[in-house]
């Protein structure tokens, strides 16, 4: 846990957040990623290229993309490809690059990562300031789930437990003057 101390991320804006299907998903050139980008693909693969080495992404993975990530991909086979894609910046170059997590991270926790994505984009389409604010307030929280499991998968004697019932009552409480 030591080892994610100095790591921290502030979101200053989100760009856009899509569900995309498409059939032929293609980045034949490489070239930097203009912003950063949490994805979670949910059909199909993709192998990504990169100046030093490549990676398949499959269904069930989640993609972390640092603005200025220089790649290309193909899809593989001839599947459909689907994927939730959430591009923003973060308040300072580089912070995404320095989050604790790899390119490609193979979530345990499935159906809780997929169904806050739902909900990051149900209430983006929304569109108003709150909405707004709100959307940014979701990705801080889906972030969190994905690296409180990605730390645990690292360091599975550390019990978060405590750690995880405090965020729980804060998240429950948070609103409540008592």
Known sequence: IRDFAGADLTVSSILAADYITTNNWARPTSYPRP???????????IRYFFKDGAVTAHAGDILKFPQGLDYSGIKLRK???????????????G???RFPLPLVHTVSHYPAIEHAFQELL?????????????????LYELLSKVLYHYIGEQYPEHDLSKTVRITEYINQHYSDAD
């Open 95 to 97: 912070e995404l690059d």
């Open 122 to 138: 149900k209430v983006w389409k929304n569109g108003s300031i709150l909405n707004r604010l709100q959307s940014k307030a979701m």
């Open 79 to 93: 599947e459909v490809n689907s994927f939730f894609v959430v591009d923003f910046f973060t308040a300072e170059p």
């Open 35 to 45: 912003s950063d980008g949490l994805i979670l693909l949910t059909e199909g693969s």
